[in-house]
């Protein structure tokens, strides 16, 4: 893989300075499922339900959310740690909903964008795999 300069955008997001960005700006890291490129950008992510709830603000001026269609593995950067994630679109029904009023209560300058219909990605801790039972057999 062919390492590519860091945007100002992704190394402030994951920097002390975030705090000029928000206080729930992190880095979101994925490989692309169809390309295959490695993929990098802040997002605003707010703590909800053992997990992090992305508002795609704007979403017709992007596409990388469509990434999230299917469960797909990611990397959530904040200042403390990197959290191995596993992240999928929320389907509207009460969860959606739920999802989308923690985002608001959390970051009400959201609320702008924030509304129903706007496309919400949630991520969920990724759990260990678990070892082949072949592992450790001669």
């Given at each position: 893989m062919v390492a590519r300069k860091r945007r100002f955008s992704d190394r402030l997001a994951a920097s002390p300075l975030r705090r000029l960005t928000?206080?729930?700006?992190?880095?979101?890291?994925?490989?692309?499922?169809?390309?295959?490129?490695?993929?990098?950008?802040?997002?605003?992510?707010?703590?909800?339900?053992?997990?992090?709830?992305?508002?795609?603000g704007k979403a017709e001026a992007k596409t990388w959310w469509k990434a999230f269609r299917r469960e797909l593995p990611a990397t959530i950067v904040d200042v403390r740690s990197r959290h191995e994630v596993v992240g999928r679109l929320l389907a509207t029904d009460h969860v959606y909903y739920d999802a989308l009023a923690a985002y608001v209560a959390a970051i009400p300058a959201a609320g702008r964008v924030?509304?129903?219909?706007?496309?919400?990605?949630?991520?969920?801790?990724?759990?260990?795999?678990?070892?082949?039972?072949?592992l450790g057999r001669v």
């Open positions: 928000g206080k729930h700006t992190v880095l979101l890291e994925y490989v692309a499922p169809r390309s295959g490129a490695s993929v990098s950008l802040p997002v605003w992510a707010v703590p909800w339900a053992g997990g992090w709830v992305v508002v795609v924030a509304k129903p219909g706007v496309p919400i990605v949630f991520f969920r801790a990724r759990l260990p795999e678990a070892p082949s039972p072949l």
